[in-house]
């Protein structure tokens, strides 16, 4: 029975996978100009040139790839924040990641209209700027993941009640931040993706080394200061790592948080609670998912293209009820 | 074994431990009883390093708690608090196997010793029939069983244990007392526990503590207690003492509140 379990573990990890990479391709292939999977290759290895290429290669495939990482980041940070606060509600938001990170572009909206290049730049820093701020507040002889929590969401407020004030006396230049609020991913290319690719992408791969830590630690303090781990310094390295990834995202898609929500719980109610098998899944899921709304993002009411963080809630949040109400009955 | 020096213990300007001294020697069976707030808990806190004490040293072996690797602790003390995330959705033998946490590589693989252990302490615990069953299919007994073989595999010399035998019903706590006994007289395990219920505590420990305000105010051999003391001056109620024939040791009947 033991192996049957694992077994099928491993079978539902190599649909998630199915699924990434059916979505990458997916989203490659859709959208104003519909290009075919064999068309795809040739341009790519032989005709390195020329307007399709162009597009293909730095519109298509750039923008899907930094969908996938934008996902992989997101989820990536809420299964870590959920599992050391042992709160199903924490996600990227609740640490000030989004309110830190939109707050930055706002000021640079507003004030540094000229310089809107700076924008993923500044909301990463305002975005980990802020997760510290709220650590340092919420430190007490140590972090109390309720403190935390509590601390975020003053601090957010705080700073939404910022940017508020922006879009109420600047109205004229928050014209833009419609898409960074809600979420969206347009005209994102390999700039973008470079720059938040080495965070993203050492930050997943630091994580995937340390399922087990995370495995402990969500069975509480005293659990896991029992079973010989430092739990200040663990939590504080999870935080930190969360915070990188979450940054990333929101830097270039913008306050699309609700990834963060949702993948994790969606992995768990397939894996349970062993992070061996959940964080890989979040992985695939989260990158798959931010794949394929971004996808229908494009080409549902094209040429309107909507923010890709409308998407995610309209289809996400039905999706998400329903598996809910399986997992009860089952 | 493992021993307590002034320790003291201030939440703000409250007093919870005041100048506290313990001795655990090895093999022995110590429990722990007293009224509530009177600092059992936060003792229990103090010797599983979750909170630290405002003065004095814990020490094991002679070695100051506080100082070592939070690893090598965990190799000679095991520990079951009563605040613990419970989550229903994982087997029994995935909970167990985190009690070899301290023991990992770099790696995080459990290796064929590990794995060893994990298969051992299900046994003793007997949950083997059980290993493949998530927790949110066993019984409050068995769960409790569970939690304490993730503590077993952790093959300590020491095992605290924090109101093991709160929440579950008179059959399930002599079954688990039975099995700390078990532990005890086979593998010498050095067990200190907070218990609840006087007469279980006398019955199946060698030594007896009795903590008024944050200090141990009765410390005795269970044979010797000075029953009306305990009660009155610790629980401030009147019961009535009988011996058991058999063990030489004392139970009591609850009479009233002074």
């Known amino acids: 029975m033991s ?39 040739h341009l790519l290895l032989y005709e390195r040139e020329g307007t399709l290429h162009q597009i293909l290669w730095n519109v298509r495939i750039a923008r899907t790839v930094v969908a996938g990482l934008v996902g992989m980041c997101l989820a990536v940070s809420g299964v870590i924040l959920q599992g050391i606060m042992g709160n199903p509600l924490a996600s990227p938001n609740l640490i ?9 572009a706002c000021m640079i909206m507003v004030f540094f209209p000229e310089q809107h290049y700076l924008i993923p730049a500044g909301a990463f820093i305002g975005a980990l700027t802020t997760t510290l701020v709220i650590y340092f507040l919420a430190w007490r002889q140590g972090i109390e993941p309720t ?95 969360s915070s990188f990834l979450a940054a990333s995202a929101v830097s270039v898609a913008g306050l699309l948080g609700f990834v963060g929500l949702l993948v994790p719980h969606i992995s768990r109610i397939f894996f349970g609670s062993d992070y061996r098998y959940v964080l890989p899944s979040c992985i695939l899921l989260g990158g798959g998912i931010v794949m394929l709304c971004d996808t229908m993002a494009r080409c549902l009411f094209s040429p309107i293209e909507i923010p890709v963080g409308i998407i995610m809630a309209l289809l996400g949040s039905p999706f998400f009820l329903y598996l809910l109400r399986q997992q009860r009955k089952g | ?81 009563q605040v613990r995330r419970e989550f229903m959705d994982i087997s029994v033998e995935t909970l167990v196997s985190y009690g070899r946490y301290p023991y990992l590589g770099f790696s995080q693989r459990l290796t064929k010793e590990d794995k060893g252990f994990i298969q051992w302490a299900l046994d003793a615990t007997d949950l083997y029939q059980k290993k493949d069953q998530l927790l949110s299919t066993l019984s409050g007994g068995e769960r409790q069983r569970a939690w304490l073989a993730m503590a077993l595999a952790q093959q300590t010399e020491i095992l605290l244990l924090d109101e093991p035998t709160t929440f579950l019903d008179i059959s ?11 532990m ?15 007469n279980q505590a006398i019955q199946y420990s060698h030594r007896l503590l009795a903590m008024k305000e944050g200090t141990i105010y009765i410390d005795s051999d269970t044979k010797k207690i000075p029953m009306e003391k305990l009660l009155q001056d610790v629980f401030g109620i009147s019961g009535t003492t009988f011996y058991h024939g058999d063990t030489q040791k004392p139970y009591w009947i609850p009479k009233n509140k002074i």
């Open chain 2, 184 to 198: 005890n007289q086979e593998r010498g395990l050095t067990v200190f526990m907070i218990l609840h219920d006087i």
């Open chain 2, 1 to 81: 074994m493992l021993s307590c020096h002034h320790l003291s213990m201030n939440y703000g300007s409250k007093q919870v431990l005041d100048n506290l001294h313990l001795d655990i020697s090895k093999g022995e069976i110590v429990s722990l009883v007293g009224s509530n707030g009177c600092g059992k808990s936060t003792l229990f806190k103090i010797l599983g390093r979750y909170l630290f004490p405002t003065q004095g040293r814990v020490e094991l072996e002679g070695k100051n708690i506080f100082r070592m690797k939070f690893k090598e602790v965990a190799k000679k003390i095991g520990l079951l608090p």
């Open chain 1, 96 to 104: 000030g990641v989004s309110s830190g990170g939109g707050f930055m």
């Open chain 2, 172 to 182: 399930y706590q002599l079954d688990f007392l039975d099995l700390i006994y078990k």
């Open chain 1, 147 to 241: 403190r935390l929590i509590l601390a975020g969401i003053a601090v957010s407020s705080f700073l939404n009640a910022g940017i508020h004030a922006c879009t109420v006396f600047y109205p004229e230049k928050m014209i833009g931040a419609i898409g960074f609020t809600v979420g969206g991913l347009a005209a994102r290319s390999w700039p973008d993706f470079w720059m938040i690719a080495p965070y993203g992408f050492l930050s997943i791969l630091i994580t995937l080394l340390l399922p087990q830590k995370l495995n402990i630690l969500s069975l509480g303090d005293e659990v896991a200061i029992g079973l010989g781990m430092n739990v200040e310094k663990i939590r504080f390295l999870f935080i930190v790592l």
């Open chain 1, 3 to 41: 192996k049957n379990r694992k077994k099928n573990k491993k079978i539902i990890l190599f649909v998630c996978f199915v699924f990434f990479i059916a979505s990458g391709f997916l989203s490659i292939v859709q959208g104003a100009v519909y290009i075919s999977l064999k068309q795809i290759f």
